[in-house]
């Protein structure tokens, strides 16, 4: 058996990743936002990548034949595919659903599985 031992967490490199924590706020206090289940704040690499792709490949996805909905449907499939590797889903990206944010993922368990094999005592 082997034991790993996790690297301990560096914090101020990770707030050096999301660009609003710079904010100063009230009398110079840096910003620690602790709001996450309303809106979660987003790293720079993020809105690095959203601000590439609207600036260049910015299209429906799966719903056209024209070159940008054919570009933005490929980079869709190979982040589903990124995603499903980095989880572990075995069978690829037919395992995984992308939904807008968690009250939408929860809503969706909840209603296509849970009314349906859930029961009486189940809590």
Known sequence: MSSQTAEPLDVGRVREEFPILEREVGDGQRLAYLDNAA??????????AMSDYYRG?????????HHLSQE???????????????????GGREEMIFTKNTTEGLNLVAYAWG???LGEGDE
């Open 72 to 90: 933005a449907s490929i980079a869709y499939e190979e982040a589903h595919d990124r995603l499903a590797e980095f989880v572990g889903a075995s």
């Open 39 to 48: 809106t979660s704040q987003t790293p720079d690499r993020v809105i690095d």
């Open 57 to 65: 490949t910015n299209a429906n996805v799966h719903r056209g034949i």
């Open 115 to 117: 009314l349906n094999e």
